[in-house]
């Protein structure tokens, strides 16, 4: 049940890659993943980021759960700045905080048992004896549409949908708060995808669980998303309710971006309105130093080469990164 706690909440976070020349080892250039972004999410509630490859949204969540070190900016988890935490005080807030990562193929390690995959977090945090870890990992199994007699098999005995569903176990083994949900659904059958999201759903209605749900996938993320944030080049061009994105976008590149979602009726998808952007996504390397979207935008005027647009409040819950949009 979403209420109005924030409980997540990411203020002016950049995350730069360094490069390094491979020959002399000096600093070459910084690649930019990450560039001032900020939202809140709420307790109870699921908050979507979508946008391009490569455009950050994964950056995000590891940066959050601190699996890459933040370069700017401040990630506060109920309360308590987490940001700069050694990685002892940080400990508690990784049983809070849980992951589900885009590759059920390489995100379980191939010489430990399902068993020993879910156990693991419960172990490290010493939340239950031998006897009591079998029994909830048994549990979990279940929860997730496994059975029991599946916790003495390897990974590489499953498929890519039960991979996905052992990954989603081990996330609720410590009993989490937040969930990040790393693209969790693409590399999966599209036969599968719908299992996976609706079977998180529930598991949302039951324990109460938050979620970042990372995806390309736009129709997925309305369909899971309370809110949603629309990223392009290491920045957010706009933030919504997920129902008033679809049907009143404001920003250029949300527009675009939504123009492409097909059409599940062949005639109405000919006579639909596709925005066709001219060239190509820049570099994180040397983004544009203003406006990350004006080389493609059809609206770009002068100011957009000049000035970076503010991510403001333009109406009631509605967040919009450019300069014609008032």
Excluded: W
């Amino acid at each position: 049940m979403q209420n109005d706690q924030v409980l997540l909440q990411v203020e002016n976070l950049k995350k730069y890659f360094r490069m390094d020349n491979s020959f002399s080892n000096k600093h070459r250039q910084d690649l930019t993943a990450v560039d001032d972004v900020s939202f809140v999410i709420k307790r109870g509630e699921t908050f979507g980021l979508v946008g391009e490859s490569g455009c950050g949204k994964s950056t995000i969540g590891r940066t959050i759960v601190r699996l890459y070190e933040p370069t700017g900016g401040r990630i506060i988890f109920d309360g308590d700045d987490i940001t700069t935490m050694s990685q002892k005080d940080l400990h508690p807030y990784r049983k809070r905080i849980q992951m589900i990562f885009q590759d059920p193929y390489a995100s379980l390690n191939t010489r430990m048992t399902v068993a020993e995959i879910i156990g693991e977090g419960m172990l490290t945090h010493k939340l239950s004896n031998n006897s009591e870890r079998l029994e909830r990992v048994h549990y979990l199994l279940n929860t997730v549409g496994l059975k029991k007699e599946h916790a003495n098999r390897y990974p590489h005995e499953f498929s890519g949908g039960q991979r996905q569903r052992i990954g989603i176990a081990r996330s609720l083994a410590v009993e989490p708060e937040l969930i990040i949900c790393d693209e969790p659904i693409s590399a999966l059958d599209v036969s599968i995808q719908a299992q996976v999201v609706n079977m998180l759903e529930d598991l949302q209605d039951k324990m109460g669980l938050t979620y970042l749900f990372i995806a390309h996938d736009l129709s997925m993320v309305k369909h899971i998303s309370d809110r949603i944030g629309v990223m392009y080049l290491g920045k957010l061009m706009e933030v919504c309710d997920s129902n008033e994105l679809y049907e009143n976008p404001l920003n250029p590149y949300t527009k675009a971006l939504l123009s492409s979602i097909p059409v599940p009726d062949p005639r109405a998808n000919r006579t639909s309105k596709r925005i066709v952007l001219q060239g190509d996504v820049k570099s994180p390397i040397n983004p544009p130093p203003s406006c990350r979207f004006n080389p493609r935008c059809p609206m770009c005027q002068q100011i957009c080469r000049e000035q970076t647009p503010e991510l403001l409040e333009v109406r009631p819950n509605h967040f919009v990164a450019c300069h014609f949009v008032k």
